[in-house]
Structure formats: C-alpha cells, structure tokens
C-alpha cells in the first residue's frame, strides 16, 4: 500500500498532464511480469489502453483504475547543503499494482515542482529505464522500469529536446528527504506516521524489537551500506548521492548522471557537474554513510520520545557506528567472489587491493578484466597469461599472478568450477555509457531497435551472448568520453 500523507502541504491530489501524440519507446517485458500484465507477439500490452495511462493520458485501462495520481514533496541535503523542500522526483504516483506503486516521471507539473516543467527528456528517460532493468537483472536492489512513452513535445534543456514518460515502479518510492522533509518541520506527528508506515509495511521484523524506531534505522543503514558495496562491485557510480536520492528502502533511485566503469579510476567522477568529485566512485561509501547521518538527525525526534534526545543521540550514534563494519564486510566478500575466493584466508584483502592498485595505475577495464580473470588456468604458465599485457608494470603484475596462483591453490575447486562461480559475479554486459548514448542518439531519430536490443542484452548480464560479443568490449578511443550531467 503506497503511503499517502496527511495534508495537501505534501501529498497533493494531481492528475497527469496529457502527453500529446504518444508511441512506445520502449517496454520491459520482466517489469509487466511482476505486475501481471499480459503482453502481446512484439512484447507489449495486449491491453492497448496500457499506452495512454503510462503517458498520463488517461486513469484507466480495461482492468486497473488510478483514480487518485498524487504527487508527494520532499526535502534533501545537495551536494553537501541543507536545500529545503525540493520537488516530488518529478513523479506522479499513479497507484499501487500488485505490491508495487507505480508512478510517472515527467508526467508534468505539480505544486511541488518549483520553477522546473515537470517533465522529462527522452534521453534522460532511456538511460533511466535501461539501466533501471541493467541494475535489476545484475541481482542489485533497484526501482524498476516498466514503460518509456515518447512524443514529439518539444522540451528545453541546454537544447531543444523531445518528452517522454518513464513509467517506474517499486514497493516503496519513499526516501530519506521524505524523513528530514519532515523533521525539517518539527512535525513529528507525521514523522511517527510515516515511520510506522515503513514498519508495518517493510521492516514487520522491527516491530517486535525493543526500540523499533531505532531498528527501523539500522535496518535502512544496512541496506544502504550493502547497496554501495554491490554497485562498486560492479563499478557502478550513482553520481548524484543527494539525500534526497536514497532510498528507504536500500534501492538505487533516480537514475541521472551515473555511470559504469570502462577504466578502472578509483576517483573516477561520473557526473559532469561534480566538479569536486563528492560523488566520485570512491566516495560512495563515506557519502552514503554521511547521508545516513542526515536520516539519525532526523530521526532523532522518534526515538527522543520514549528516552529523551541525548540518550536518542547516543543510540543511533552507535548504530550508525555499524555502517562501515557492514559495507566493509560486504565488499569483502564481494570482491574475494570477484576473484575466484570462495574461502576466507588471511592475505586476502591486501591482494585484492594490490591488483585494484595496479588496474588504476593501468587503467585497466573493470568489467572484462574481471570477466577474464575467471577464464585464467591456475596450473597452466600464469605469467605468461594474457590478462598481463593489460598492465604496464609488467614484473610486478607478473608477480600479483604468482601470488594469486598460490592463493587459488587452497581453493577446493577445480579451474572450470571457478570459472562458473566467476561468471556469476563478474557480469559480461554492463550499461556502458557509449552503448546507452548510441541507443539515445537512434531513438533521438526514431529508431528505438537499440534499446530494445540493449534491454535484451542487459537482461542477462552473466550470460556469455556471443552473437553480441562487441557489447562487452570497452569504449573504442572514440567513444570515450560521453560526458553526463545532471540535466534531465
Ligand atoms: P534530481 O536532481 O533529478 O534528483 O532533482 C532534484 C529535485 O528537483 C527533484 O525533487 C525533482 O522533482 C526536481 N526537478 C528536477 N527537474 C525538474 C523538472 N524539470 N521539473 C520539475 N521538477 C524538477
Ligand atoms: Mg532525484
């Protein structure tokens, strides 16, 4: 059940802007999967109807009713900066459907939507809704994407663009603005209503502890700690880690100016407008942990009740205490995966560390260097294996290899058995940025085959697809640099 707050100041009753001369971009079959909607032979509705009410057209098909859209605000720290209230994600939500809320993006203006025109563009859409199915189909927590409608509509960015309506869904879209929005108003009352809300229906678990505010925070801490420990394992960085972009419920939200790894560059900084790098690959824990902070603050106001404020301190205090002990955790048993280390031996850190060094002094792709490394045969000549010319300090990588062969030693299984385990943590197919900059430039011409054929692609990341072999392969030198910002 989709949370409705009590009073208009937040949670306005709103009904979408039609979008004018709607046609599908592009539709993701999975998505439609997990809330029942039968699809036809080109892999849409067969309900046709489905086209006008993910458009915002209109609140009906033949089956489902939205007859209440809402759009909610929120407020957030940017870049570091109390920013107030902020918007509503630019987001109607249209209803719940099967366990899921589904909602709009850029289905036009609310009240909430300050001086911006509510909608969005189609490039920032595809990206959005591709890596949305990407991040899903990599096994990592993520809103879905189920629908992109286009039209002619012109819009205004740094050019004149075209609009579209990026349909999403996800059990809760609810975020960590949405704590401080808020606590921001001394409003406790609705903070308790919006708390309770998330227990009973997302944390039951929290309910029957003794502090079951103070559980609910570990419990979102958590989440979001594994969360960044799983995107850095795939060399996904988020780019825009505002408070107002995390997600309650530990998933990736708001799909803007992110981007994967092709070189590994610990800083690498995705988003064009982080001049400072805040946002760079590196950063995400720490940022994740200091917007974490943000939600103690305003959460503060919960537990205080019960045991006065300073005591409420002290106790998300030590609960946040946790956050690096379980992302640390976390990434460490990713990245031994990563390599092939099944088992936990001492040594293991500072050889992972070692060769994640020497692929940032190489610049070495993140992804088919790890979709590699499974493929290498501990007992045939390790030093002369291939992964090497990757390097540029060739004596110390060939020494990295001879300790890495050692270490493999003590693994039980067999080369083959590794490899398999290896291809299910080390993705073939990831959202690289010049992939999803071709798709948009051929949908910018009306041609959506390529999001089409990137969905399909990316729907099986672990799966060797060598009819599509090249999708793998890193930038060609001029493809490299596609610069993303926050413009949407
Ligand atoms: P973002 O940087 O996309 O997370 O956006 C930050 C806030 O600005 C969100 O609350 C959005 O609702 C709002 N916003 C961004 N672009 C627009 C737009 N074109 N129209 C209305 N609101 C917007
Ligand atoms: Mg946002």
């Given at each position: 059940m989709a949370f409705t707050f009590s009073g208009?100041?937040?949670?306005q009753a709103t009904q979408p802007t039609p979008l004018p001369e709607p046609y599908w971009v592009a539709f993701s079959p999975s998505s439609a999967k997990l809330i029942g909607i039968e699809l036809d032979k080109n892999q849409l509705?067969?309900?046709?109807t489905w086209l006008a009410v993910l458009s915002g057209?209109?609140?009906?098909?033949g089956t489902h009713q939205f007859p209440n859209p809402i759009a909610t605000a929120y407020s957030g720290h940017q870049f570091g900066v109390w920013a107030g209230q902020l918007g509503d994600g630019r987001a109607i939500l249209l209803g719940d459907i099967a366990g899921q809320e589904l909602q709009l993006k850029g289905a036009g203006i609310t009240r909430f939507s300050r001086m911006g025109d509510g909608r969005a563009v189609l490039r920032s859409s595809i990206r959005e809704f591709l890596c949305s199915e990407a991040m899903h189909a990599l096994g990592i927590p993520t809103t879905r994407a189920l629908s992109i409608i286009g039209s002619d509509l012109p819009i205004r960015r740094e050019t004149l663009e075209t609009a579209a309506v990026c349909a999403r869904l996800a059990p809760s879209f609810m975020r960590v603005g949405h704590f401080e929005h808020f606590a921001s108003l001394d409003d406790v009352g609705r903070l308790k209503e919006f708390a309770d809300y998330l227990i009973q229906n997302?944390?039951?678990?929290?309910?029957?502890?003794?502090n079951p505010y103070l559980s609910l925070f570990k419990e979102i801490c958590s989440r979001n700690a594994n969360l960044v420990a799983q995107w850095q394992s795939v060399g996904f960085c988020h780019g825009v880690l505002n408070s107002d972009n995390i997600s309650v419920l530990g998933l990736t939200i708001d799909y803007g100016p992110f981007g994967f790894l092709d070189?590994?560059?610990?800083?690498?900084?995705?988003?064009?407008?982080?001049q400072g790098g805040r946002y760079a690959y590196h950063r995400q824990p720490q940022i994740m942990h200091w917007n974490m902070a943000c939600l103690a603050s305003a959460m503060i106001p919960l537990l205080a009740n019960d045991s006065g404020k300073e005591k409420a301190q002290e106790q998300l205090r030590g609960a946040l205490e946790q956050f690096p002990v379980v992302y640390a955790h976390k990434w460490q048993s990713l990245f031994r995966k990563k390599l092939g280390l099944f088992t936990v031996q001492e040594g293991d850190i500072p050889l992972i560390e070692r060769l994640l060094q020497a692929m940032h002094d190489s610049k070495v792709d993140f992804t088919s260097f790890f979709r590699n490394l499974g493929?290498?045969?501990?007992?045939?000549?390790?030093?002369?294996?291939?992964?090497?010319?990757?390097?540029?300090?060739r004596e110390s990588i060939d020494r990295w290899f001879v300790d890495y062969a050692e270490r493999l030693?003590?693994?039980?299984?067999s080369d083959i058995a590794r490899q398999k385990e290896m291809d299910r943590i080390n993705p073939k197919y990831v959202l690289r940025n010049h992939l999803a900059q071709s798709a948009i430039e051929m949908a910018q011409n009306k041609d959506f085959s390529e999001v089409i054929k990137l969905l399909k692609i990316l729907s099986h990341p672990?799966?060797?697809q060598d009819e599509y072999h090249?999708?793998?392969?890193?930038?060609?030198p001029n493809a490299q640099s596609v610069e993303v910002s926050c413009s949407s």
């Open positions: 208009d100041d937040v949670c509705p067969t309900d046709t057209n209109q609140l009906s098909t997302h944390y039951p678990e929290s309910q029957n502890t003794e070189q590994f560059q610990i800083d690498h900084i995705c988003n064009h407008s982080d493929k290498l045969q501990v007992n045939s000549a390790i030093s002369k294996n291939p992964l090497r010319d990757e390097f540029l300090d030693q003590l693994e039980s299984s672990y799966e060797e090249s999708y793998s392969l890193a930038p060609p």
